[in-house]
DNA sequence: CTTAATTTAATTGTGTTCAATTTAATTATA
DNA sequence: TATAATTAAATTGAACACAATTAAATTAAG
């Protein structure tokens, strides 16, 4: 049979699951974001200024493996949107810190509840959704 | 203490760590593929065709989760290095067939062990890389 | 102190990803 | 049969994602 080939066959890969798995998941963020008017990538930005309420583009970077070139336009677009401020740090001028104001402070209010509501799409029970985030935090090495 | 936020803190998230541990995992796969003068699209569009040799765009999209305006210069990027053959299916014009060329067909060898060179980056367990296949493919509803 | 190395963002170019629209072909309906 | 609805790709425009390069600021080394 075929069989020398089955290691190239789709459903045996990790990586097709994992890949299309993480733009379905971001396709269920994407009504409720658009609530917000933000994007996925600005959403998961805001969500470190809510927990810092501020920090540089490189940590920003660190926290979401993205780098300058990502975050660069993510980081103005946010600007532009008057959720954030950017500005040099006056000790380095090499860093760019990024703050939120009050407005951008203000939409954790609304986005509370979204964890939730997309996880309700999921069908994972509470115990293989534990399961699934240990085994991506192990991929992650964190 | 700051719990009503909880729900809002990155490492709370499923979308997170699923989002950055598949563009962590393509990363694995880039170096690999170089090699072929492949993309991760590329790659896995060509998996579909190593295992039917011939199917239409829409059959691409459907086991792929892409749509067209991904695939149309996908397949033709790889029509271009020689890979597909592109041609409309002479029962129904609106289709377009995407079919191995002889040396997309012989790409297979090359690629025969990449899964393996790749999944031993991984970290995983056997086991473990069987539960986040289910739970992955159980998310994607298939 | 001066030069070299390093660090931080920004920029550039390529390749997705997706929503929305368009075009052409086919099928269903009046 | 004409017309309407549907289907399959392609196109367009916006937003990533990332490698590679550049520019400016800081730090280290001679």
Redesign the pocket.
């Known amino acids: 049979m075929g069989e020398k080939n089955d290691c190239l066959k789709l459903e045996n890969q990790m990586c097709f699951p994992l890949?299309a798995a993480a733009?379905?998941v971001?396709?269920l963020y994407?009504p409720h974001l658009d609530k917000l008017n933000l994007?996925?990538?600005?959403y998961?930005a805001m969500m470190v200024l809510w927990e810092r309420g501020q920090c540089?583009?490189?940590?920003?970077?660190e926290k979401?493996?993205?780098?300058?070139?990502?975050?660069?336009?993510?980081?103005?677009?946010l600007e532009q949107k008057g959720f954030v401020r950017?500005f040099?740090?006056s000790?380095?001028?090499?860093?760019?810190?990024v703050e939120l104001t009050d407005s951008g402070r203000s939409l954790s209010d609304s986005a509370r509840d979204i964890p939730e509501r997309v996880g309700a799409c999921l069908n994972l029970t509470p115990e293989e959704g534990a399961v699934l985030h240990g085994l991506l935090y192990k991929i992650l090495g964190r």
Chains 1, 2 share one sequence.
């Open positions: 890949y733009r379905e971001v396709k994407r994007t996925y990538t600005q998961i540089s583009v490189k940590e920003l970077g979401l493996c993205l780098d300058s070139g990502t975050l660069t336009p993510v980081v103005k677009s950017r040099r740090s000790e380095d001028e090499r860093i760019l810190l």
